[in-house]
């Protein structure tokens, strides 16, 4: 079993900057995708951003030039940086990996962008 911890979120003004982390443990052989989803209330989870084991990363439109995902394969540790943040950007933000074709989230960190 894999579990996925989350930590970084809080209450930040409109135009701040918040950094998530997501550590993975348990029987970790070899993350391919890891990322971040959100979850606003009210509205289904939707893609945030993926990177690949190699790299690659994915953001979804709203947050592309704002956002930067990274991650550290030796720490099985997944980053979102968040900048320029907006008060839509409010929302629960969980972790996401794929290992041997199995997903697995995280319990979830809220956001909170106030104006």
């Known amino acids: 079993q894999v579990q996925l911890a989350e930590s970084g979120g809080g209450l930040v003004q409109t135009g701040g900057s918040l950094r998530l982390s997501c550590v993975a443990s348990?029987?970790?052989?070899?993350?391919?995708?890891m990322g971040w989803y959100r979850q606003a209330p009210g509205k289904q989870r939707e893609l945030v951003a993926i990177?690949?084991?190699?790299?690659?990363?994915t953001y979804a439109d709203s947050v592309n030039g704002r956002f930067t995902i990274s991650r550290d394969n030796a720490k099985n540790t997944v980053y979102l940086q968040m900048d320029s943040l907006k008060s839509e950007d409010t929302a629960v933000y969980y972790c996401?990996?794929?290992?041997?074709?199995?997903?697995?989230w995280g319990q979830g960190t809220q956001v909170i962008v106030s104006s």
């Open positions: 990177i690949g084991r190699g790299g690659s990363p």
């Open positions: 996401y990996a794929v290992q041997r074709l199995t997903a697995y």
């Open positions: 348990g029987s970790i052989f070899s993350m391919a995708a």
